[in-house]
């Protein structure tokens, strides 16, 4: 099982080198279920293979001009912020057990899974329905930032309860409220991904013990990834992949479900 679970580590680094985001959703899945680490634990170990994978795809980026570092300011400010205050505080002071019906007892891991299912439906909807948008211009080339500000906030809500990157939701900010091109947001997508998903794993340092040589392992593997998936990010059609690989999201959030929901009745 660990061999499909680097296997799709690598796919994760491609998914966010050739789109900016989207690949990130199937690390958690991977861990708890190819690695067996407990959810909410998983959530930790999430953050820093994103972080890392998203750094060095910021890197490839940024040397290509690609990265605007003032979007990546503006969002990432309210982000970061809401990451920290997510893993520090609100993410340990939810109880083990939240409620009951009958047998089943709905516990703080399943329902991360459960939520964590919801957010591959909405990333799997976007990828499928929605056409990669264009830049604005003239007059509508306005910058948003109270929007970008919002989005940050939810952003960092999103990746610091569950430990995914964000990125369906980032690129299309940074699209309508920056007007930045495809190539720029998707460069800066990362080093917004990266800041909130690495600012995020410090805070979990304090409240949780990591297996140092298993998740260095899976985090060169997404990076290798990455690595590829820059290389052949001009030679494939961006929405194609991306409708292909949200059906992808769609069926494994749908077993997610079935997996949690059948294994706990």
Not at 91 to 97: L, R
Request: proline share 2%.
């Amino acid at each position: 099982m660990e061999i499909a679970g680097y296997f799709t580590a690598l796919l994760t680094g491609i998914s966010l080198g050739l789109i900016g985001g989207g690949g990130s959703i199937l690390t958690i899945p991977v861990l708890v279920y190819l690695f067996h680490i407990e959810p909410v634990l998983a959530t930790g170990y999430s953050l820093f293979i994103v972080g890392g994978s998203s750094l060095a795809g910021a890197y490839l980026n940024y040397r290509k001009q690609l990265v605007n570092l003032k979007a990546a300011f503006y969002f990432g400010l309210s982000s970061i912020i809401t990451v920290v205050i997510m893993r520090k505080f609100v993410v340990p002071a939810i109880p083990t057990q939240l409620f009951s019906i009958g047998s089943f007892v709905m516990t703080k891991s399943i329902a991360v899974m459960l939520l964590f299912a919801v957010v591959m439906f909405v990333a799997a909807f976007n990828m499928i329905q929605k056409e990669t948008p264009c830049t604005a211009a003239g007059n509508d080339r306005q910058l948003h930032l109270t929007k970008a500000l919002i989005r940050g906030v939810e952003t960092g809500i999103l990746t610091g309860l569950l430990g995914a990157g964000g990125g369906f939701i980032i690129i299309p900010v940074l699209l309508f409220s920056f007007h930045l091109d495809m190539k720029e947001a998707v460069g800066t997508s990362l080093l917004i991904i990266a800041m909130n998903s690495l600012f995020g794993f410090l805070g979990d340092l304090a409240h949780h013990q990591f297996n140092w040589a298993l998740l260095l392992t899976i985090t060169a593997t997404s990076i290798v990834g990455m690595f590829i998936g820059d290389r052949f990010k001009a030679k494939l059609q961006g929405n194609e992949l991306k409708k292909g690989f949200g059906w992808f999201v769609l069926v494994m959030g749908i077993c997610i479900v079935v997996k949690e929901l059948l294994s706990n009745v």
